[in-house]
């Protein structure tokens, strides 16, 4: 890999959390949303938008409170003129997305859109999100806990007293607790107190995807339907009939059709892929009458974006005090971050056999030659990258042939890179 240095610190380049972005004017998007049921909107209820590019990162969001208005609702918001990306709707009430519509594509220029319908939404275990700073949480709630996904982790919280709003705390561990209070919350991950969080649009609902191997195995859930494939078997396709969480934080999804039915469960444990080694989210085990399936499920992306990487070690030499380098992904293959002095920005291919980096660019600062050397020496070892995993401490550990050569722990400080 070549590090090519394309601009200097006179050059007019903003530099943002998801890479460069060159200033331009804003411009001001509308359109309003509507639902087909019959039913009225709830006083406190809150219009949420979210417009995010191409790579996923978000760009412009609005808060409306619709104040007793009922549908259609108008919304407008702020982002930057002539680029594309995507726009999702929801209306929230008492802190929960009741309805939430599919994304809609926003084209270069465009300031005015049909009206959007939004369908109920449907969750498959987690019933909201909230954003503290860059950090997105998933929130669900079973047999009277909170559980709470933090991308890393998946946390169950009892609830504690509070003078307003609702407190949950992890009973092994009080210094993690979540505290909502209408359409915000608190959060504490053993004892890091992240930014204030605001609800936000539930995850993105792409397609369930999960698979194993001796029996080769995969399964697809999508659109309420599960179809399962077996290598020489018929596939079978059933609708979902149900999707929650159960007491102990894991997902539960029910399809069934007549006599026949299958339960998927979905565990939050790290699951290696047993012929290529790439780690997945979950561990997901199908059971269909004495038949039962194991494997691994979930998008691997999902281990790596969502955070901020901060580096602890370079090819087994530690990193110095003060000079921090951090990294994070985006969903569409890109990488960003800081080298010790520089800000970079690439490429990243992520495939069923590993992880690689592209060219990266960075700025071109001049820092004493020790960070320069440290920030020399991460640049190299990212161009040797080639697979990744996440150990026990939830440490994440990046591979060259010859062995780990870069070991990133997630900030809880909600900071960017």
Known sequence: MRLIHRFSLAAAVLLCSSGWAVAQADRVLSGSVTYRDRMAL?????????????????????????????????????????????????????????????????????????????????????????????S??????????????????????QPAPAASGARYEMVDDPATWLWTRGDSALVSIGGAELPECRIALPLDPTPYDAGGNEPFWSLLIDAGQMRLSRLGMEDLVLPVTEAALTGEGDIRVTAAEGALGANVLRRAALCRDTMSGLPHPETVEISMGDDTLSGCGGDPWALLTGRTWVVEDIGGAGVIDGARAAF????????????????????????????????????????????????????????????????????????????????????TDGSQP
């Open 42 to 134: 709830a006083p406190d209820a809150i219009l949420l938008i979210e417009v995010a590019d191409p790579g996923g990162a978000l760009l412009a969001e609005a808060r409306i409170p619709t104040e007793g208005r009922q549908v259609p609702i108008p919304f407008a918001v702020t982002l930057p003129d002539g680029g594309e990306g995507t726009l999702r709707a929801g209306l929230a009430v008492g802190g929960q997305v009741i309805w939430l519509g599919d994304p809609v594509p926003v084209t270069a220029g465009a300031q005015e859109m049909d009206e959007l319908v939004l369908p109920r939404f449907e969750p498959m275990g987690f019933a909201t999100a909230v954003r503290c700073g860059d």
């Open 136 to 157: 997105t949480i998933q929130l669900g709630f079973a047999d009277g806990a909170a559980v709470m996904d933090t991308g890393t982790a998946r946390l169950m919280l």
């Open 328 to 411: 994070g992904f985006e969903a569409a293959g890109r990488v960003y971050g800081a080298g010790s002095c520089n800000r970079f920005h690439g490429a990243v291919e992520l495939t069923g056999e590993g992880l690689r980096f592209g060219p990266l660019a960075s700025t071109m600062m001049a820092c004493p030659d020790a960070i320069m050397d440290q920030e020399r020496r991460m640049f190299d070892a990212m161009a040797e990258v080639y697979a990744f995993d996440i150990d026990d401490s939830g440490a994440l550990i990046l591979f060259g042939p010859s062995g780990p050569v870069i070991t990133a722990r997630a900030a």
